[in-house]
């Protein structure tokens, strides 16, 4: 006969599991706000989720779940620095002054740019910060992800991550980083910084640069969830553009591999396995953005996304419209990954020559000799010329600087065709 106390303990745990899944990361921005300490709001949140399975268990869901975990973590974390302020002073004025900052603002959710979660991001984000530890710090405090899940995503040790955050931390304490978002003159320089990361975090996840998986949905997840928060929150053209980009490449996430983890290539996808609806929110977004009059690069990004997206078939893609998009993103965000990527559209636009002649050029003048998708882009242009030996000499230069495993697998197949003598249909 199933023990009543342990169905209703079950049940109740099940509750704050789910609290804790939908409000954590929430109460915790709170919580940084309100005690000036990441660490010791880490602390706080861990006491009061503690607090509520005992108390929740006897007195019932509260109302307000977040409010109520709010008001116990910093009554919990208040009476924590009392207790160490019978040794240390300086204990004691921080209590003090928690007490008395202490109001009813935190029963109701804070709007705009005031919103606790986006102070969080751009603390997390600071440019004073080493770019791998902004990272490490906005997935471990603003999506919650533990150090061993990151260490996997990007395929070094937990410990690492570990150092990486606590200097972090240490960094924004030393040097009294403030909790806040910056102010509008410098609102467009701090907001590029926190694009770039959480673009980064989604590229890792769209295409992972190492392991045994094509892709990691779960990162890919949690940078969308930060876009749509920006979006949300800064109701700013470039927010827009990076999430427009972001759901247009998550759109095809589906069609990308096979049953089997192999990389499947744009041409030979499976288009009835898009998403539309990412594709129409991304479209929504684009349009959006471009009514602004100020477009950036993420939005020149989402537009060329969008000519992809919105193409039928391989073959009907309008290559001479993202072409076109790439000379003016050539312009306006100059770098020699836009330069590759303009090559392969003007490959597809004027044959397979133009873009081996714009690819030489790339790597004539040293740059990208260590990046395997040059390599791999020219390979690819010279199998199409019917120039078998300079195709695979430059597809096992690519594999040679790939720590990809399915991505690795696609190369030695193009060399196991070139040995061969088989190819590909040209496109």
């Known amino acids: 006969m199933p023990d009543p106390g342990r169905e209703g303990t079950d049940g109740i745990r099940d509750t704050v599991d789910s609290v804790y899944r939908s409000e954590s990361r929430r109460v915790l921005a709170t919580l940084v706000r309100l005690l000036g300490d990441i660490d010791l709001a880490e602390e706080a949140l861990h006491d009061a989720f503690v607090a509520a399975l005992e108390r929740w268990s006897r007195d019932g869901l509260p109302a307000n779940p977040r409010a109520w975990l709010v008001s116990t973590g910093r009554f919990q974390a208040i009476d924590k620095i ?69 260490g996997a995503a990007f395929l070094v040790p937990p410990s690492t991550v570990a150092q990486r955050i606590v200097r972090a931390k240490a960094k924004i304490r030393q040097t009294g980083i403030p909790y806040r978002v910056p102010i509008p003159l410098e609102l467009q320089d701090r907001l590029d910084n926190v694009l770039h990361v959480v673009y980064l975090v989604f590229n890792e996840g769209y295409l992972a640069a190492r392991g045994e998986t094509l892709t990691r949905s779960d990162l890919s997840a949690e940078a969308i969830r930060l876009g749509r928060l920006l979006a949300d929150l800064l109701g700013e053209p470039e927010v827009f553009g990076l999430l427009a ?19 499947v290539l744009l041409d030979e996808q499976d288009r009835s396995l898009w998403d539309t609806g990412l594709i129409r929110q991304g479209r929504d977004l684009v349009d959006r953005a471009f009514a602004s009059r100020r477009i950036g690069s993420y939005t020149l990004q989402a537009a060329i996304a969008a000519l992809h997206a919105q193409a039928p078939t391989f073959d009907a893609t309008d290559w001479a ?8 993103l050539r312009r306006a965000d100059p770098s020699p990954v836009v330069e590759l990527n303009r090559a392969v559209a003007v490959a ?27 390599h791999s882009a020219r390979a690819d242009f010279c199998r199409r010329l019917e120039r078998r030996e300079e195709a695979k000499a430059s597809y096992v230069r690519a594999k040679d600087l790939v720590r990809s495993e399915p991505q690795r697998r696609f190369l030695e197949k193009r060399i196991l065709e070139l040995d061969a003598g088989g190819d590909r249909p040209s496109t």
């Open 82 to 150: 009392r207790r160490r302020a019978r040794f240390d002073a300086v204990s004691a004025e921080i209590a003090d002054r928690i007490e008395a900052e202490a109001s009813d603002e935190t029963e109701a959710p804070p709007e705009g740019l005031e919103d606790d979660r986006l102070r969080l991001v751009f603390t997390c984000c600071h440019p004073a910060l080493q770019p791998d530890a902004q990272v490490a710090l906005t997935l471990r405090e603003v999506c919650g992800l533990s150090t061993e899940e990151i």
């Open 245 to 263: 980009l972001m759901l247009f490449q998550e759109s095809r996430r589906a069609a990308r591999a096979t049953s089997e983890g192999d990389l």
């Open 321 to 328: 419209g993202i072409a076109g998009l790439y000379d003016i």
């Open 348 to 374: 597809m636009r004027d044959g397979p020559q133009a873009g081996l002649d714009l690819v030489d050029a790339i790597l004539g003048r040293g740059d990208l000799l260590d990046y395997h998708l040059a």
